[in-house]
């Protein structure tokens, strides 16, 4: 069934990969974002921008209403933990209060359709592996506290205002298209890091320890490919009218450690990747790795690219493209 979709935070490194697939497959999408973080440049094609700031109530009714959008995507948040950790009154305002907001005027417009971008932050320190949507949910940063605070106002704004929404809960999104790719600044996340560094933009890697209680002592995340990432939103638009439902989004399985990640970075770029042995990072936890069986078996969404080196080749290729990212 094709959609009138708006993105909120479209212009980002996910919302424009979800943002390219939706109009791929004949979705009508219109992208908002205040460019405060995203990049005018970052909106493929096919796709309408409205310049506009989530907490502008009458603006976003306008292009609910203007564009007779039928179901929201909300990407659009801070999310950085160190970030959140020194300024929890920004993340508190961007990612709860403006996402209130946004359903404030979703319920005033009647769009009672909702696609969340939550975290695994949300578990925090997690108390087995793999993790699944039932554990317990306990953050250890403002980031998690903030998205769960608006995942949780999902819930009880489903029972009073039949609002039906996905919440996807991702773990480390990575990779590109070919039009579309991660520019960050400050880029705080691995692989586009280890990627500069093999690009000659960084003189080395600084990893965060490697006296943790995983193989190599060095974290294991569970990267997923920001296409894969972006297929599951859309398998998630088409079941929102039979009920909510929160989905975490991995690969699962063993996942990959820092040192794997620099080991395969150098494999693919053929280039020499100096690194750093420095200090653990505050509230880093020693693995993270999803189950995804939820969304596997109720929406039959399945990783294409849950090789590392596939997810890592096509971040290179992207950077390569666009050696100075969105320039604008
Ligand atoms: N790392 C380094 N050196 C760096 C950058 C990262 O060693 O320069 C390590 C980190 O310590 C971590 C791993 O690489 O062990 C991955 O770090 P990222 O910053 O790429 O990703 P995180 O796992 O910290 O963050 C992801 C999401 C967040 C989310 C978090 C949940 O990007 O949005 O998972 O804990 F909040």
Request: aromatic content about 8%.
């Amino acid at each position: 069934m094709r959609m009138r979709v708006l993105v909120t935070g479209g212009a980002g490194y996910i919302g424009s990969v979800v943002t390219e697939e939706l109009v791929k497959d004949g979705h009508e999408a219109v992208v908002y974002d205040s460019l405060y973080k995203g990049h005018r440049a970052a909106v493929v094609s096919g796709a309408k921008l409205i310049e506009g700031d989530l907490m502008d109530v009458e603006r976003m009714r306008a292009a609910l209403s203007e564009n007779r959008i039928e179901a929201v995507i909300h990407m659009a948040a801070d999310s950085l933990v160190g970030e959140s950790v020194e300024k929890p009154a920004k993340y508190y305002r961007n990612n709860t209060v403006a996402g209130l907001r946004l359903l404030d005027a979703m319920i005033a417009e009647g769009v009672l359709r909702l696609v969340f971008s939550s975290t695994a932050a949300v578990y925090g320190e997690p108390e087995k592996q793999p993790i699944e949507e039932s554990d317990t949910t306990n953050p250890t940063n403002p980031y998690g506290e903030t998205k769960l605070a608006f995942e949780r106002a999902l819930g009880w704004y489903e029972r009073a205002y039949t609002l039906r929404y996905a919440s996807l809960r991702y773990f480390n999104a990575a990779g590109a298209t070919k039009l579309c790719g991660e520019w960050h600044d400050p880029e705080t996340h691995l692989i586009p890091i280890v990627l500069q560094a093999a690009a000659g933009r960084r003189a080395h890697v600084e990893v965060y320890g490697d006296d943790y209680l995983t193989r190599d002592g060095t974290c294991v995340r569970d990267y997923i490919h920001v296409v894969d990432l972006a297929r599951a939103h859309i398998l998630a638009l088409g079941i929102l009218d039979k009920g909510s439902r929160i989905y975490n989004l991995g690969c699962g399985g063993e996942g990959y450690s820092v040192n794997e990640v620099i080991e395969t970075a150098r494999a693919v770029t053929s280039r020499d990747i100096q690194i750093r042995m420095g200090a653990r990072r505050a509230g880093d936890p020693a693995v993270l790795i999803a189950s995804s069986d939820r969304i596997k078996s109720e929406l039959g969404w399945q990783p294409a690219m849950q090789d590392l080196k596939v997810i890592i080749e096509s971040a290179w290729h992207w950077m390569q493209g666009h050696p100075d990212g969105y320039k604008e």
